[in-house]
């Protein structure tokens, strides 16, 4: 079945999506259409989408970089060409003839304290614990519009206005085809956001049941059960037991089965998060490093840190949260029109070492079906404009780790190469993948996300295949 004739069946074709915590914040709300009943679309699904539940689930933290992030970090291999014809020079130590150069071997941005970020890619990569696609560039609908690109990344949809989020759809997929191993009622935070609302999880007209429905989550471990929180209900110092025991006693009637029912899960959401998903003990939790004395491990005490500490310690902590949404709060956005020099690189330095303290985490607690993705909605040009900055472009990496455990993952590997694009001394000069290198799509992310969780046929749901795990390795 064709994937549009796919979604018409769901009905999430012709009408509007709700997009939210988008660019900083700015919230491009449409009205979303009607739901369909849970019944109908799990019946679709179930007999249009071709589903092996694998051995095990893997748990997926999708960090997505809003603005669009620079390749250059993770791709310096054109920068002579690059700096030979940008309209403003690059620094002296990125130029690879120089003998200060602080580009890394295989490419990458290095310089230390003052880089980005490159040495530990190329720890990550020799380990064998993360993969670069160098060459995620876009052939269809390039419109390199954030609006646009962040639609159709986010749901792996051209006609993204009218498509499910990558998150719902997987929520969807997950209950028609009972993989969950339990209800979903039962399950545990399945699916959670540490960003708000967030467009991966835009429904669209594609409903879930209500425990495979996504919750919010705060990086500091805000309980967002615990009523003495709401201010609504009077903030701390509230009367805890009598709102419970009034809540209760008004739902005893059986038409309010579902009411019950959802006290019940307000409790054992809150128990669950006040016990086993708060700052004391998710600290204690973590484990020692032999390759530091024995001592803990330590993420970065930084905004984005901390989070990528929530993050990762909830897929270790609760093996039934499957698909977690990060974004990249904490670091700033990426649309490096001007002064990228001086932001940029500290941006990805404090983003790759949150990453490499989260590896050795899943590594060290023996977490070989976690997997980190991070890419972002577009590219940039590789010219530095006269702001000294990089404007919208097309070419973007993919960085992916862990996930080791995962039939079919290949790690270790950096895939794809790139040439310089564009007339010399002018704005519009970019990369794009050499006439033999491999390439593809970003829609291909979300159908890789669905392969991994079972997934046979993913074009009946998305609009281009996985990527390609067995693509040459380009390293140098």
């Not at 790690?411 to 190469?417: A, F, P, Q, S």
């Not at 519009?428 to 050499?434: D, G, K, L």
Request: net charge negative; with cysteine; aromatic share 8%.
């Amino acid at each position: 079945m064709e994937r549009r004739k796919f979604l018409k069946h769901l009905g999430v074709l012709g009408g509007a999506c709700t997009a939210a915590s988008i660019l900083g914040g700015r919230n491009l709300i449409t009205p979303s259409m009607a739901a369909l009943s849970t019944g109908n679309a799990n019946n679709i699904i179930r007999n249009e989408v071709n589903y092996v539940r694998p051995a095990v689930l893997p748990q997926v933290i999708h960090v997505f970089l809003y603005g669009g992030p620079s390749e250059l970090a993770g791709n310096l291999t054109n920068i002579e060409d690059i700096n030979a014809n940008s309209q403003n020079p690059y620094p002296t130590n990125l130029d690879p003839n120089n003998a200060a150069s602080i580009i890394t071997p295989n490419g990458f941005w290095g310089g230390g304290n003052n880089g980005a970020g490159g040495e530990i890619m190329e720890s990550l990569i020799a380990s064998g614990d993360m993969t670069i696609f160098r060459t995620i560039h876009r052939l269809k609908e390039d419109s390199k519009a954030h609006r646009t690109s962040i639609f159709q990344n986010l749901t792996g949809h051209l006609d993204a206005e009218n498509s499910p989020g990558m998150g719902t759809t997987l929520a969807a997929i997950l209950s028609a085809h009972d993989a969950f191993g339990k209800a979903p009622e039962e399950m545990i935070l399945p699916f959670v956001s540490f960003e708000g609302d967030s467009l991966v999880y835009e429904p669209a007209g594609l409903d879930v049941p209500l425990g495979a429905k996504y919750i919010a989550l705060d990086q500091n471990f805000r309980n967002p059960y615990d009523r003495s929180n709401n201010s609504a209900l009077g903030g701390p110092g509230i009367n805890e037991d009598a709102i419970e025991a009034l809540a209760r006693s008004t739902a005893q009637r059986e038409k309010f089965l579902k009411v019950r029912e959802a006290f019940t899960k307000r409790e054992e959401l809150s128990e669950f998060i006040s016990n086993s998903f708060n700052a004391a003990t998710i600290d204690a939790s973590l484990p020692n490093d032999p390759d530091n004395g024995g001592a803990q491990i330590a993420y970065p005490n930084t905004s984005f840190g901390r989070r990528m500490k929530a993050a990762v310690s909830l897929a270790i902590n609760n093996p039934e949260s499957l698909f977690i949404s990060m974004g990249s709060g904490g670091l700033g956005g990426w649309d490096d029109h001007d002064s990228c020099l001086i932001e940029y690189p500290n941006r990805m330095r404090d983003m790759m070492t949150s990453l490499e303290v989260a590896v050795k985490h899943m590594n060290l607690t023996n977490r070989d079906n976690i997997i980190i993705n991070v890419y972002g909605e577009f590219g940039r040009n590789v010219n530095l404009n006269n702001s000294i900055g990089w404007d919208h472009g097309n070419n973007q990496n993919l960085m992916t780790f862990g996930g080791k455990g995962i039939p079919g993952r290949t790690l270790g590997k950096i895939v794809g190469t790139t040439q310089r694009i564009g007339a010399s001394g002018v704005n519009r000069q970019f990369t794009a993948p050499t006439s033999n290198s491999y390439q593809a799509e970003p829609f291909s992310i979300a159908s890789s996300v669905y392969k991994y969780f079972g997934v046979q046929n993913g074009e009946v749901i998305n609009d281009d295949p996985p990527l390609d795990e067995n693509a040459p390795n380009e390293a140098i």
